[in-house]
């Protein structure tokens, strides 16, 4: 697998990781998304609602959008799960569509972030790595929060190894995709 390979299954990995964890939460007791709870952002709520504000701002500036820091200034935070689960699914189609427009030398090319007083300069494929990375880690926290509520913790990790393709049927069938969507067609 190639870099712009690997890139693409990532993307793909955190809509499929994202659609299975939101599909749990709908489960929730009432007021169990916003309980107070151990963590960075402390409930469930905030943790998600912080990861998606962050996505927002990273895949506008992927997209060379001035405006990303209007964009993240502007984010309302998700009163419910249902809500979340839709405009997460809205960022993580956009962070595909990104990816899947790239060539090779793109990864590369220079991605501008403004942060206000200054601008940051970074190539995409750290900036892809540096968002993959966060998504995981909120994601992570949200997930062993799920411990401490009605919702058993689903599995989230059973989407960049081709061996998993059993555990992933159901999941690839409700997004409408195929083990070739899931691996870029490599």
Do not use: K
Not at 27 to 50: D, K, M
Not at 98 to 108: I, T
């Amino acid at each position: 697998m190639n870099l712009l390979d690997h890139v693409r299954t990532a993307a793909r990995a955190n809509r499929l990781a994202n659609h299975r964890l939101h599909a749990a939460m709908l489960t929730l007791a009432p007021g169990e998304f916003e309980a107070v709870r151990t963590g960075f952002f402390p409930s469930v709520a905030r943790t998600l609602n912080h990861l998606l504000a962050v996505d927002i701002y990273y895949v506008a500036a992927l997209h060379r959008e001035a405006d990303m820091v209007a964009q993240y200034e502007r984010f309302v935070p998700c009163r419910d799960v249902v809500e979340l689960a839709e405009r997460q699914r809205v960022s993580d189609e956009r962070l595909i569509a990104f990816v899947d427009s790239l060539v090779a030398n793109d990864l590369s090319a220079e991605v501008v972030m403004d942060r206000g007083e200054t601008q940051q300069v970074d190539r995409v494929a750290p900036v892809l790595a540096h968002l993959t990375m966060h998504q995981t880690h909120h994601r992570g926290q949200a997930h062993a929060m799920l411990s401490g509520t009605t919702v058993a913790p689903p599995q989230l990790d059973e989407f960049l190894m081709p061996s998993d393709a059993p555990l992933r049927i159901a999941d690839l069938q409700a997004l409408g995709w195929t083990e070739r969507d899931l691996f870029g067609g490599s």
